[in-house]
Structure formats: structure tokens, C-alpha cells
């Protein structure tokens, strides 16, 4: 059996986050959820994470999906595996993979590609590496005659040593009871003062065990974040690989400036995306649809040809042609049916709104079901809340909501039924029937004619009469 450790015990101090380091986000996602997604296309669901800083925003977020080992003190990687050595010793035959919940771009073929070296060549423990650049703040790898020979933190290395461009990525694949006799070899006798798991590279040699590196093509793979700075650097390239799979796909961008689009995110072919416009979560958009400038969208459905410019929609599904926007917000629960128009400061929440619907302006429509064809007047208001429940109204086909209607819940518009402006509606209204509540106008002839006097007819020597 083989099984993966993954270490977000760290506090991540260069970051200066009320989180732990692997819960900040790399795009909407925590880097630890990265790494996890990894493991589990790479095969791999046998997974404990070890804990440590802020363990409780950890165990929230994993919300007892896997198992979690928890590091009390942060004496550093090795020190981190050791706390993971009851869930080890439960399945010992087979190999472990440790991960570092702080290097998200560690990707299921590299892990495949890692543990088929591993086994071919029969190591006790196969670290992956890569090439970089600029391989500042990493473990460096010194090779021998027989390959390698160690691995040094940069905090330890000489000069010489720091030239080295071969890093290590945080990721090994171990034979899992070479390991867990490893782990008993392991000092604290460095510039840290850290359990480094880095010395069972050397210390597995020291003992006749074979040891070998794995190293990637990619050096995207390895990078690891240890500040805000690197952390940018890991946004930057995953919004740009992820812009570049949209477009192998079909999707077109006429310019990407603030244009964020989640890992999760699927997208039709056809569709414009326009700048200042994030799509987060598990966000599905179908073909030939414009969405931006400006638009946020977290977790909805949306079908063809729907154009939104500058809407926030959450959690909710828009449906084929609907048309929105600019300035609009679908909040949670919303279903919006097929060629349903929005226009501007128009509020949607947790409601239904039925084929071809028109909502033009300033309305706001929250718990209801509306039928198809409905037409609302500007500045019509749900009154859904009476400060102690939340109720529905139900609006039939073809009605006709005059301007600044007021529709106070629980209640209900028959089909086709008609609102005169201004009512305020607090009873069910039949079928084809309107509903008019409207005091006696009364009009004061000549009203404002003494106090227009002055500004109409001025006096002709300039002074006061
Ligand atoms: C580590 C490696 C370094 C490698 C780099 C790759 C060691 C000694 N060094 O360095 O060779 O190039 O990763 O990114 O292993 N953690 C714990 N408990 C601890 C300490 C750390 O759980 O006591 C976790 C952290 O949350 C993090 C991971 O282990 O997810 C790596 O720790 P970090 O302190 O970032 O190690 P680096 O200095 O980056
Ligand atoms: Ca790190």
C-alpha cells in the first residue's frame, strides 16, 4: 500500500499570516488543496497531513476528509514526518510519498513518474528535484560519483555549495520502513537547530541503502512559497497556465489584465472573458457567451450565449441567452431561466425567475418564484422580511408589476395580473386582475405662484417689494 504524508505544520513566519502557511491561496484555492489534488489524480487517497501553527484552520478545512497528525512544536520536516509515524506503521509494506503543503505545483505525473524510478531501481528513498534559475532559499543537491550524495539547506551550505542549481523540491517517495527507521538516525545538528528530513538522503547512504534523484523537466513543479513575494510568483504562473488551457480550449481574451480564473473552472468554447472579470470555485460557463468587464462569479452554472457585464453572481444558475447587467447581483440560490433579462441595480436572491422575464432597474427581488414573462417596473421591491422571517412571494406568468410596487410576503400575483405604480400590494391578487392602492390625488391650483413670485415677475427697480 502506498501512502502520503503531507507537512502544513509550519508557521510560514516570512509570511506574517494569521493563517498557516499552506491554508493561503494560491488562486481560490489553499495551496495544501493543490497538493492534495494531486495526490489523488496520481492514485493516492491514503493521505495524513500533519498539523501544527493554527492546526484548527487546517482540521476546518479538511473537515475530517483525512487523516491529521498533529506536530505540537515546530522543530522542522523531519521532526513534522516523525508525528506521522502511527499512521506509517499501519500499513509498512509499500512506500510513502512526503510532500510539503507549501510547494502546490508537485503534479500527479511527476509524482507517477517519481515512484516507477523509485521501484524500478529498488531505492529506500528517490528524492524529486529540478533545475532552477534562481534556486535561492532551497535545499541544494550534491551529486557524487554514484549520484547523490546529500542534500544541503542553503542556511548550511558553503559557497560553493549555494552555486548549485539543482534543488530540492520538498517531495520523496520513501520505502515506507526505511523511513521509519530514518527518522530514529536524525539530528538536530544545524544552523537551525531543525530535524532536517533532508538527512535521511544522507544517512540512508551512510547505512547501504540506495538513494537517487528524480529530476523534472519542469521547473514549475518545485517552486514553494516562503514569502508573499514568492507566493505572487505561484499566482502568476498558475493564472497564466490556467489562461493558456482556456484558450487551447477555444475561450478568447481580447486583453487578460485582471482577468483570475479559478482551477476548477470550465469554460465553452466561443466565449469572451473581459478584463477585471474573476471566476472562482466550481464555475461552469457554456459557448459563445460574453462575461466581463468586471464581473465576479463563484460557483454557478451558466449556459450559452449568456451575456453579463459587470455582475456578481454566486451560487446560482443562469440559464441559456439571459442578458445582465451592468451592476448586478445574483446572490445565492438564484435560477435565472432561459432569455431572462437584468439591467441596472437589480438584486436577485434565492429565487426563481421564469423564460423571458424582464427585471429593467433598481428592483429588488429576493425569495420569490416568478413566472415567465413577467415584466417589472423600475423600482419594484419583494418586501420578504418582516424582521422576523424571510417569506415568498409567487408571481405568475405574463403579469405586469407597475413602478414602485412594493409586494409584501407571504403573497401571491395570479397570471397575468396587473399592478397600478406605487402599490403596495399586501393581499393575493387573482388571475388577470389589477391591484391598485392609491389615495385621492389633489391638485392646489396657482400653489407655488406666490412663492415663484420674486423669481418670475422681478420687481423692476431691483428691489424688494
Ligand atoms: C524545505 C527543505 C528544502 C526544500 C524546500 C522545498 C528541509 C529541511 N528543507 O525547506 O530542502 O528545498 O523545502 O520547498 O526539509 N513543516 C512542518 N513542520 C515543521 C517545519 C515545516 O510541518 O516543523 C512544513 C511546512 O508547513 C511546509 C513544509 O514543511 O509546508 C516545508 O517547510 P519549510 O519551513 O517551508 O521548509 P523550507 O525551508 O522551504
Ligand atoms: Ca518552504
Known amino acids: 500500500m502506498n501512502q502520503v504524508v503531507i507537512l502544513a505544520g509550519g508557521h510560514g513566519k516570512r509570511m506574517k499570516a494569521s ?30 497531513v500533519v498539523t501544527g501553527y493554527k492546526a484548527q484552520y487546517v482540521e476546518l478545512y479538511l473537515n475530517n476528509r483525512y487523516r491529521t497528525a498533529l506536530q505540537p512544536e515546530q522543530l522542522g520536516t523531519g521532526h513534522a514526518v516523525m508525528q506521522a509515524e502511527k499512521f506509517m506503521q499501519e500499513f509498512t509494506d509499500g512506500n510513502t510519498l512526503v ?79 526505511a523511513l521509519l527507521e530514518l527518522l530514529g538516525g536524525l539530528s538536530q545538528s544545524n544552523a537551525q537547530g531543525e530535524y532536517y528530513l533532508t538527512d535521511t538522503i544522507g544517512l540512508a547512504l551512510e547505512r547501504g541503502m540506495k538513494a537517487s534523484a528524480y529530476r523534472t523537466e519542469n521547473p514549475d513543479v518545485v517552486l514553494g512559497a516562503n514569502t508573499r513575494r514568492d507566493l505572487l510568483h505561484l499566482n502568476e504562473v498558475a493564472r497564466q497556465r490556467i489562461l493558456d488551457r482556456h484558450m487551447d480550449n477555444g475561450v478568447n481574451f481580447v486583453c487578460t489584465d485582471g482577468i483570475i480564473i479559478g482551477n476548477d473552472v470550465e469554460i465553452g468554447a466561443d466565449t469572451t ?20 468587464p468586471n464581473c465576479l462569479i463563484e460557483n454557478c452554472t451558466i449556459g450559452e450565449r449568456v451575456t453579463l457585464n459587470y455582475v456578481q453572481a454566486y451560487g446560482s444558475e443562469i440559464e441559456d441567452a439571459v442578458k445582465a ?82 409586494l409584501v410576503a407571504p403573497v401571491k400575483l395570479g397570471k397575468g395580473a396587473y399592478t397600478a405604480a406605487g402599490t403596495t400590494v399586501t393581499k393575493d391578487v387573482p388571475d388577470y386582475a389589477l391591484a391598485v392602492e392609491r389615495a385621492d390625488l389633489k391638485v392646489k391650483e396657482g400653489y407655488s405662484l406666490r412663492k415663484l413670485r420674486d423669481k418670475l415677475f422681478p420687481p423692476e427697480d431691483g428691489g424688494k417689494r
Open 19 to 48: 493563517l498557516p502557511k499552506p491554508m493561503l491561496e494560491v488562486l481560490d484555492t489553499p495551496m495544501l488543496g493543490w497538493v492534495i489534488r494531486a495526490c489523488e489524480k496520481a492514485g493516492l487517497s491514503r493521505i495524513c
Open 99 to 177: 510532500l510539503c503543503g507549501d510547494a502546490p505545483f508537485m503534479d500527479s505525473d511527476t509524482i507517477s513518474g517519481a515512484l516507477r524510478l523509485h521501484e524500478e531501481q529498488e531505492n529506500a528513498v528517490t528524492v524529486i528535484t529540478a533545475e532552477l534559475d534562481q534556486p535561492r532559499g532551497y535545499g541544494r543537491i550534491l551529486r557524487g560519483e554514484n549520484g547523490i550524495a546529500a542534500i544541503v539547506e542553503e542556511k548550511d551550505a558553503t559557497e560553493a555549495q549555494r552555486q548549485v542549481r539543482e534543488v530540492n523540491s520538498g517531495a520523496y517517495w520513501f520505502r515506507t520502513k
Open 273 to 292: 472573458i473581459l478584463p477585471g472579470t474573476i471566476l472562482k470555485g466550481k464555475t461552469k460557463i457554456g459557448a459563445k457567451c460574453t462575461i466581463g
Open 325 to 406: 447587467g451592468p451592476f448586478v447581483h445574483i446572490r445565492p440560490n438564484t435560477h435565472l431561466k432561459n432569455g431572462v433579462k437584468i439591467g441596472d441595480f437589480v438584486e436577485v436572491k434565492n429565487s426563481t425567475v421564469g423564460e423571458q422575464t424582464a427585471i429593467a432597474h433598481l428592483t429588488y427581488v429576493g425569495d420569490s418564484d416568478v413566472g415567465k414573462k413577467v415584466n417589472f417596473g423600475c423600482g419594484t421591491v419583494t418586501v420578504n422580511y418582516d424582521g422576523m422571517k424571510k417569506q415568498r412571494c409567487v408571481i405568475g406568468d405574463n403579469c405586469f408589476i407597475g413602478c414602485n410596487t412594493n
